[in-house]
């Protein structure tokens, strides 16, 4: 089995000071908190309410699920094989022993009283029931948490995230289908979101990112997240279908976070002398590195995208596409037979909010036979009704039969036009590459 770059590094830091270790789980820059400790644990809260008096809404709360640890520090089984010194040791800090007493005690000592709303990022968690002790109404130690199904669906099972692995619309439309119905279920809630700082560019990672289908790609991904239930999050260019920068781009020379720089160096130790699975190093790098969502905002088509003065160099090169692809023009665009990405974001937003106890609040089901193309499902509200999403994940042209039992009562949006697409109410619907459109249904 070929190993993969992957940087293994030794979580404890030795401190010469006092002659002792402390654990630092990210870098050792960033030592971890004794969340044992009750005076720590006080200091947080005061942080936490500091901000709080100041207006903050809320907070998202990074790896909250890694404050409790195993106190027993036991050694991590050798689960990367006898010729590796470190194995990652997770199962005795993800979700730990304390984790829900801790976050209990932040609500009841801070979130109660302010009001505050909160997410959890917590990495490692796919257990319903653990997800539903955390943000269930009942329990309701966090409003919400990030669930990592989708923006893993290229990450190979068990492995780190730097991995590779073929996914298809089956695998997208089963991570999607699982929590919309788990949070409906179980009276949970959730975070609707495709990317963040630490993943790479939506429509490079799920459609194509080429000139001719970049658009129809991210205005897709758009009508698909302003369609599902839970509380959406727009990541910084996601709504102008910023795309990952360029695979001609040096990566010594242009990437900047370190786990790319440590990945990168490590491939190159490993596979020196063997182009082509450097090559497969590469790949994944371009991929999935985190630069992709790091660069610069794209706000116009003068220097440096807008985002500071010509005289000033950004802490990373802007993407070389930004004098097509940025805020300014994308707002100002006025063609009569579509929308921009960003005017289709403004117009399914609008429609969300309009139509919010379907979209937002409403019941949710997927429809029509699973497929290696299409991932269909209805929105059901009380006021606002019925409504049928249909979306091409595929470069090619697709028949897609209209399930009997949904009757259609007109198409209303789609991602290729600006007025209503012209589709057949009954039989099939005809989507061309990366098309998505959504329908009114009639009651039943």
């Known amino acids: 089995m070929r190993r993969n770059a992957d940087v293994q590094i030794l979580k404890w830091t030795y401190d010469a000071e006092t002659d002792e270790y402390y654990l630092s789980l990210f870098t050792s820059e ?15 809260h005061d942080v936490m309410k500091f901000w709080l008096e100041r207006g903050a809404c809320g907070y998202r709360m990074d790896v909250i699920n890694l404050i409790s640890k195993d106190q027993g520090f036991p050694d991590a089984e050798p689960a990367l094989g006898p010729d590796r010194k470190y194995h990652p040791g997770s199962e005795y800090y993800l979700n730990g022993p304390r984790m829900h ?7 009841r000592e801070v979130l109660q009283k302010y009001g505050a709303i909160t997410v959890g990022e917590m990495p490692g968690v796919s257990d319903i029931r653990e997800k539903i002790r955390t943000v269930g109404r009942q329990s309701g130690e966090l409003n919400m948490m990030f669930i990592f199904d989708v923006v893993d669906i290229d990450t190979q099972p068990g492995k780190v995230r730097m991995t590779l692995q073929d996914w298809s619309v089956k695998d997208l439309a089963r991570a999607i289908s699982k929590w919309q119905r788990a949070m409906i279920e179980h009276d949970g809630w959730n975070s609707v979101f495709i990317e963040n700082h630490d993943n790479p560019r939506s ?4 459609c194509d990112d080429s000139n001719a289908y970049r658009g129809y790609g991210a205005k897709l991904l758009a009508l698909m997240q302003t369609t599902l239930s839970g509380t959406l999050f727009v990541y910084q260019g996601e709504e102008l279908g910023m795309r990952n920068v360029p695979r001609s781009w040096d990566i010594m020379a242009e990437y900047k976070d370190i786990e790319s720089i440590n990945f990168w160096k490590k491939s190159k130790e490993l596979y020196g002398n063997d182009p082509k699975q450097l090559a497969e190093q590469r790949k994944i790098l371009e991929k999935k590195a985190r630069d992709h969502a790091r660069s610069p905002m794209q706000w116009n088509g003068g220097a ?12 990373m090169r802007v993407n070389d596409d930004y004098k097509d692809v940025n805020a300014e023009k994308q707002q100002s665009a006025d063609n009569e037979e579509e929308l921009s990405t960003w005017q289709f974001w403004q117009r399914g937003l609008a429609n969300r909010k309009a139509h919010a106890d379907s979209f937002v609040y409403g019941d949710f089901h997927a429809v029509g036979p699973e497929s290696d193309e299409v991932f269909a499902y209805l929105r059901t509200g009380k006021k606002s009704g019925k409504w049928l999403v249909v979306l091409n994940f595929s470069g090619k042209t697709v028949k897609w039969k209209i399930p009997g039992e949904v009757k259609v009562k007109g198409w209303m949006a789609g991602n290729y036009m600006k007025g209503k697409p012209d589709q057949n109410l009954e039989g099939s619907a005809s989507l061309r590459p990366w098309e998505g459109i959504l329908g009114k249904c009639i009651d039943s």
Not at 101 to 107: D, H, P, R, T, W
Not at 304 to 315: K, L, M, R, T
């Open 203 to 206: 429509v490079s990672r799920y």
């Open 101 to 107: 007493e801790y976050l209990q005690e932040i609500k």
């Open 30 to 44: 960033q030592p971890d908190l004794n969340w044992e400790n009750p005076e720590v644990r006080a200091a947080v």
């Open 304 to 315: 440096n995208a807008g985002f500071c003065q010509s005289a000033v160099e950004p802490w």
